[in-house]
């Protein structure tokens, strides 16, 4: 079978919202079972019927569960395990959906007994939003949930949960912890500290008005926008646990940077050219994956003349 | 009336070519005139019928014309200002697109005789693609065409190239070419330098595969290869030729950047989430002025969970 007969939902989120909505429309459980911290998000859960059940505790919501679900920020992984580890069913499987995964791995395994599956997921997918409201079921159709099982884990509840996530729409990949967090610093969490920046920057200018910046932003800076509008407190708990990866790649990117600098003050123009040309390949190859299309997309998010 | 008897596109690239169409979709001129340095791209053009003829020199091309446009990299304009410069008829409008508009101003006025209405331009339009084969006629629809006309130039040759223009499916505005330079060193250029710079760290980096980083590139890597694939050339005289700007705002995003840089070594968390905080506030204003839509976009350009 590929689902489960209760899925406890720990925080009610972007992505456990969709979750929710997905387990529903593919009938992946019998039950979901749902717990957010803030009184106002239960509420809101409550009155949209986001799930069948929701509870005061996170202990009460994983009781009976086969399957629970970790979707709260890195930051509050450890004690979200200690406060469930005994009341877990045997055999259970425990997931989560923290975009670092050693840090992770650090927090919640010590404390969950031997007579459960730990197996540490991060689903790449997302909006600008969040918030139980924000879900909608086909958030995770074809894109990829990286799994970093540890050693001892036996197959079968990997495959298990595998197959459940295959069948909300996702592609399903497994790596080692310490690699998830080198990659995910280079292609995501670099990428978020330096729009964050250069918003930030933009913010600060006050010789630039707040209103130009606005108004011609489709010119670059509006992707740059949107990626640093995500949850604050998702990605400071990114930053303060994938510290090492996220400084290393930071320290790169300003070594690069400096040289391109140096390069525009000094006016070499074939160093520059020959860079953006190196940058070009890479593109080729993301639309050759299948990760993008080449087409022209109107504004909506493409790269524009300066 | 808002065309012109025979318009000269000199380079034909993108722009050019989405003027091509976009001048014949709304019966905009007579002719149209083309004329571009490569043999093959006068080839092309030829094949396609993209203008009504092409010209073997710039020269040739501007005879007879009431309005130029010059679309050809920053770096070259001035020396074609200096070739057209003696075949430009009395009462011309001639207009460029160039990203940058100082240097421009400064390698092409000179040149110009007294009888000729010299008005710089802007769209702050494009895709990642270049080339005679790459415009299309909806290119500028709702994009701003900034124009920058010098004080000595009369209002009525502005007004009529701003129909034209306003015709073509843009929002035009005028401003001055100083602050202009800076306002897209800020929303554009640096911006467009950071992603070059990003991408090229992940193409150093030995340790994480090409293929990862192409496979999970839609964490928010992928916009910046989408925005780091632009026209070498074009980019590399945008940085030469708007160096002060661009170096003053690459000074205070490096700053920024230490600062943050900094908060996560020491593990600072508030000053990480007051930042990131800030930062909402920003996109929130690029949507309600109608700039890009709050909707889950599904993965095409929005941000990801990291």
Not at 29 to 41: F, L, N, Q, R, Y
Not at 140 to 163: D, H, I, K, S, Y
Not at 246 to 260: C, Y
């Amino acid at each position: 079978m590929t689902g489960y007969k209760r899925v406890a939902l720990i925080g009610l989120g972007l992505i456990a919202s969709s979750m929710a909505h997905a387990i529903r429309q593919h009938r992946l459980a019998d039950e979901i079972v749902g717990h957010a911290k803030s009184a106002g998000t239960r509420e809101t859960a409550l009155e949209i019927r986001l799930v069948d059940r929701v509870c005061e505790t996170a202990a009460e919501a994983v009781q009976g569960a086969d399957l629970v679900v970790l979707c709260v920020p890195v930051g509050a992984m450890g004690a979200i395990a200690a406060e469930i580890a005994p009341h877990l069913e045997p055999g259970a499987t425990v997931t989560d959906v923290g975009s670092v995964k050693q840090a992770v791995i650090a927090a919640v395994a010590p404390h969950l007994p031997g007579h459960v599956h730990f197996i540490p997921g991060h689903p790449l997918a997302g909006t600008e939003h969040s918030g139980p409201r924000s879900g909608f079921a086909t958030l995770f159709v074809n894109r990829w949930w990286l799994l970093t099982p540890l050693e001892a884990t036996p197959p079968e509840p990997v495959a298990r949960l595998r197959g459940f996530l295959e069948t909300l729409g996702a592609n399903v990949d497994l790596m080692d912890a310490h690699r998830h967090d080198l990659v995910l610093a280079v292609v995501s969490h670099t990428p978020h500290l330096i729009a964050y920046t250069m918003v930030g920057v933009a913010d600060h200018l006050r010789r630039v008005t707040h209103e130009e910046v606005i108004k011609y932003s489709a010119s670059g800076f509006r992707d740059f926008t949107r990626i640093a509008a995500s949850d604050p407190t998702m990605w400071r708990d990114v930053f303060l646990t994938n510290k090492e990866a996220t400084l290393d790649i930071l320290g790169r990117f300003t070594e690069e940077l400096f040289i391109l600098q140096r390069a525009i003050r000094m006016g070499d123009g074939d160093q520059l050219f020959d860079y953006f040309t190196r940058t070009r390949a890479i593109r080729r190859g993301i639309i050759e994956a299948g990760q993008d299309t080449a087409a022209p997309d109107f504004g909506r998010g493409g790269p524009e003349r300066g």
